[in-house]
């Protein structure tokens, strides 16, 4: 009799493992919309007005075996023309570290291109983020982009003025920057 119910027990145990692990690498459903910040890093003689800036972000994330995160899904940001046909704006991005790359593959006429709008980084239950958003170079290379932490363009959301966007940024960011903070 003991037998059976250390089985029993044993068997329940190893069910509730298994349940937990698929339920962990199920697809979880990110729905995020609302208002966010854009503005420009640096010194008062260096700053733009900052902008507010109506964000929405739909899709599934998805969990990898290492521990990274995958959005498969659509990010719009209002009064941004992303260069990209409707049909391809789908993005999938790797979070490694809490940060992946916002980049579009764009197929048109027999040619692949990538629009790269800047690097996202997001908290683990994907309620908020920030994007550095890359700029072209002042070198004016063809598709060379980049991003400053002295002068950088800057998105946040939530965020209602550029003193929380900041701090948002600074909490997402900080592995990133190594300790550094954005001014």
């Not at 029993?8 to 459903?29: D, E, G, H, K, N």
């Not at 940001?77 to 570290?97: A, T, Y």
């Given at each position: 009799?003991?037998?059976?119910?250390?089985s029993?027990v044993?068997?329940i145990?190893?069910?509730?493992?298994?349940i937990s692990?698929v339920?962990?690498?199920?697809?979880r459903t990110?729905?995020l919309?609302?208002v966010?910040?854009?503005?420009?890093?640096?010194?008062e003689?260096n700053?733009?007005?900052?902008q507010?800036?109506h964000?929405?972000?739909?899709?599934k994330?998805?969990?990898?075996t290492s521990g990274?995160y995958?959005f498969?899904?659509?990010i719009?940001?209002?009064?941004?023309p992303?260069?990209v046909?409707?049909d391809?704006?789908m993005?999938k991005?790797?979070f490694?570290?809490?940060?992946g790359?916002?980049?579009?593959i764009i197929?048109?006429?027999?040619?692949t291109?990538i629009?790269?709008?800047?690097?996202?980084f997001?908290?683990?239950?994907f309620?908020?983020l920030t994007?550095?958003i890359?700029?072209?170079?002042?070198?004016?290379?063809?598709?060379s982009?980049?991003?400053?932490?002295?002068?950088?363009?800057?998105?946040?959301m939530p965020?209602?003025?550029r003193s929380?966007a900041?701090q948002?940024?600074?909490e997402l960011?900080?592995?990133?920057?190594g300790?550094?903070?954005?001014?």
């Amino acid at each position: 009799m003991r037998k059976k119910i250390i089985s029993i027990v044993l068997a329940i145990w190893v069910l509730m493992i298994v349940i937990s692990v698929v339920l962990l690498f199920l697809p979880r459903t990110i729905h995020l919309d609302g208002v966010g910040v854009k503005y420009r890093l640096g010194g008062e003689d260096n700053r733009e007005p900052e902008q507010t800036v109506h964000i929405k972000m739909d899709g599934k994330r998805y969990l990898t075996t290492s521990g990274d995160y995958i959005f498969k899904g659509t990010i719009d940001i209002e009064g941004e023309p992303f260069p990209v046909p409707e049909d391809q704006k789908m993005l999938k991005i790797r979070f490694h570290k809490g940060y992946g790359s916002m980049e579009y593959i764009i197929f048109e006429n027999g040619k692949t291109d990538i629009f790269l709008y800047g690097t996202l980084f997001v908290d683990r239950a994907f309620s908020k983020l920030t994007i550095a958003i890359s700029e072209k170079d002042s070198n004016e290379e063809q598709n060379s982009k980049s991003w400053s932490a002295e002068d950088g363009l800057m998105l946040s959301m939530p965020a209602t003025n550029r003193s929380e966007a900041i701090q948002l940024s600074n909490e997402l960011m900080e592995t990133y920057l190594g300790g550094d903070t954005l001014k």
